[in-house]
Each structure stands twice: as structure tokens, then as C-alpha cells.
């Protein structure tokens, strides 16, 4: 057996080119404790999401259809970060799901959603339980606003038959003109003691709706990722062609803020088309490349106008890609790889997949990411879709990989997808898909803002030990590398756990 340097030159070359990198992932390496004189709370964890979205927590929601839908977007907005809503649905579920997103919290409400007075009550109850809302303001045909119905009005009727007008508070309300200022329109519901206060045009047409909730919710999270409106940001998911480009045009025609070109090989012609087209089509949307997992991939998608680059093939908890078609890039290299032709660029870097603890956050971050996407470490929470289910008196929620059969199979007249972001739209029989991913279940870990605190929790104690103030200081930080045994010693050992803690759970 010979060593590396006995080699010829020239056979030094055909292996440097045939195995050019080295690959680790995140139970690879640890950060370097450093000098520091960073106090965990006192760290600033704001960073770029893309060239024009900033968000002040680095997490992002996985598009996936167990993880993000409107519910858990609005969740993650509110904890500072955000959520990419899942494309396995038709254009038009996704487009109101984003429309769900942006109408749940806001400075001012523009386009409410409003009734007729010949409503009945079933129907406005249907309208405020779809949109999570406790009332709505009543218009005649040309948008003039004739009463108010909300729950006040409806808490005591037992016939849902009976119309709106029967019911509502009619005109004359407590209202304001259009553009009144946040601190008038506060003074305005406090000293009338009222939820809501229309906003109207000279002739009387609705044109907005404040309502106290939001200033309630200012308070509540005041890390919210907001746009210049004041409503919650939100991303969404497209695949490629044409048919993505018209899901792209729908989706920012609902609010969307930014689009993500969702595929498992971003390296690829028809990414960089879909994604320079939809950047042509749109003004003050974002549009985000990937998968990539090397420089040249990244540099192709920078290339092609990418305001984020998401990072990881094959990563994620419940992916075979590497194993069934033998590719892939182990995470923590993916992340540097992708980094190094997007920080020269400006170009923020998502590392997306393979996060199963909050110091993989903080090794990600160190690694060149800007923020992270998590799928199975947020599956589990209250807010992502899928109800409850109970095994052996525990309780788990489902998930599974957007290339796993359950999610690329077309369900009766149905039609998924989710095929084509494993560039398998053209196989018509669902005998015939080729899966790269799994279904399964995860714990059930409660409301996002526990689970949100404990990682952002451990991403600051990793800051404070590198003496890392900001996103930008924990991008260079150093690492090392270590040993199956350096991995084992990291883990707890040489005890049986009898307490579980809110952020740890053994592998097996
Ligand atoms: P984690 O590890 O956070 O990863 O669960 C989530 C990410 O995994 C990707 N993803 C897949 N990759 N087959 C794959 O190879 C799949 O079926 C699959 N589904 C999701 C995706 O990037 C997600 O954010």
C-alpha cells in the first residue's frame, strides 16, 4: 500500500480531480470555542434571507406538505422568521394560502374581506372561520360600507338562516379616512372601546379596516418578519416550466413576497430559466435558486439572478436521494461550497436539510449560511399540518419527504405535484415513480414558539462561545474536525437519561 505523496504526480492529479472535495456534515465538525465577552441574550441573530428580505431569526419552515402551510407561515413570521408554504396543491390553494398569510396580522387591512347584507349568518361564519377572523365589515354592491357584523352581532342567534341586515351594526360607525396614522387610529379604538375601525374614502367605500388585534399582536412578537404594510412576510414554492410560471405569476398576484424555484438539482437549465424568467416578470419579489450543493451549481443560479441560493441534496431526514441514486454532498461542505460563489456575490445562502440539533444552527452559520431551513425539527409542532396521531400513548405528527410515493402519488382524480421537483413529471403511472424519500412520523413537540426558543436559545450559546455578536462575526468562526469517537464523547454517555430535556433527544 502506498501513501498519497509515494504517488506520481500526474496520479496525484486523476485523484484531486476524480475525488476534488472532502465531505462533512454537521456531526463532523464542532465550532471552536473562542475569546468572548458576547453574552448569549445580548446576541443580534438578524440576517439576510435574500437580497431584500432580513429577518431578525434565521429559521425558515421547509416547503414540504407535513411542514408549512398557511398556519405554520404565519407562525414562523411571527417568531422572526419564515415560512416557503408547499406546492404539492393546486395554484389556487396555494395562492390562498398565501392570502391567508397576509391578511392575518397588518398595520392596516387594504383589501378586507367583506359581506352583503344579504349574507346569511351561515355564510359569514363560514368566511370568518376560513379566515380566522371575528368579523366583517358590510358593503353594498359598489364597496360602500353599510354596517359591521361580528361576533357581538351573531354570539346570541341561534338562526343562521337570518341575513346579514337583520343582524349588523349599521352605519353610522366609529370609521377614519385612509391614510390616518397608527397612533390616531389606536386613540380611535381605545376611546370608543371598538375592535375594529373601518377606514373609508369620501364616498363612504371601504378602503381598509384597522383592528386592535394587530396592535395586540405588535406587542406579542415583536420580532415579527413584517413587510412596509405591516402584514407578515411569506414565501412560497414553485417547480419548474411553464406551468410553474403561471403558479409563480398567481402567487405574487396574492402578496407573495418571495418565490423559491424548489427542485432537488438546482443545478440544472430549466431551474436557471424558470427562476430568470419569473425575476424578469416581477418587481419587488424575491426570487430564491435551488437545491445546489457545489460552487459551480451556486455560481450557475447566481448567475441566473438568484436573490438567495438554498443549499443541501440530499441532507434531509427523510431523504434517499444519496442512497437511491448514490448523490449528494454531505451538508456542512454543501454549505461552504455553495457559500463561497454566493458570499463574493452578495448572494445570502439558505442551508436547507440535515439539522437535528440547534448547534448544527450555530455550525451551519459557520459555515457561510445566512439562515437555515428546518424540516424535521419543525414537523412535530402544533402549527404544521396533519392531525395528532397516538402510538403506544405518545403522540406524533407525520412526515415525510416531498419524493417519497405517498407524496408524489396522484391521490384518485387528484393530482400531485410534487413529482416534478425529482424531475419525474413525465412518468404518467404511478407503478413507475422512482421515490428519494421516506414517510414516517415525528414527536410531537407543542407550539412553534417553544420549539423556536429552544433552538434560537442554543444558537446564541454557540455565538456567546465564539465570541460571535452577529451573524456576520459567527460566519467566521472556525471549526474542527473530529473523530466517531470526538462524536461520541459529544453525546451524552456513560448514563441512561431518566429526565427528558426541551432540546435534546437521543437518535435511536
Ligand atoms: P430535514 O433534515 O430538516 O430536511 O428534515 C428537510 C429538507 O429535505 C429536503 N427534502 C427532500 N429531499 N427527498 C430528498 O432527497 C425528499 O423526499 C425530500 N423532501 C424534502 C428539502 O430540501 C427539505 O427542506
Redesign the pocket.
Known sequence: MHSFEDLAAADQEAYAAKFPLLGLTFDDVLLLPAASDVIPSEVDTTTRLSRSITVRTPLLS???DTVTEARMAIAMARQGGLGVLHRNLSIEDQATQVDLVKRSEAGMVTNPVTCSPEDTLEDVDRMCGHYRISGLPVVDASGVLLGIVTNRDTRFETDMTRRVREVMTPMPLVTAHEGVSGPDALALLQKNKIEKLPLVDAAGRLRGLITVKDYVKRDQYPLATKDADGRLVVAAAIGVGEESFKRAMTLVEAGVDAIVVDT?HGHAKAVADTLARVKASTTGVDVIGG?VATRAGAQALIDAGADAIKA?V????????RVVAGVGVPQVTAIFETALAARPAGVPVIG????QYSGDIAKAIACGADTV?????LAGVEESPGELVFVNGKQYKSYR????LG?MRSRGTAQSFSKDRYFQHDVLSDEKLVP??VEGQVPFRGPLAGVAHQLIGGLRAGMGYCGAGTIAEMQQARLVRMTAAGLKESHPHDIQMTVEAPNYGSRD
Open positions: 421547509s416547503a414540504m432537488a437545491n443541501g440530499g441532507a434531509g431526514a427523510i431523504c434517499t436521494t436547507d436539510g440535515g439539522l431551513m428546518l424540516g424535521s425539527l419527504g416531498m419524493g417519497s407524496a428519494e424519500g
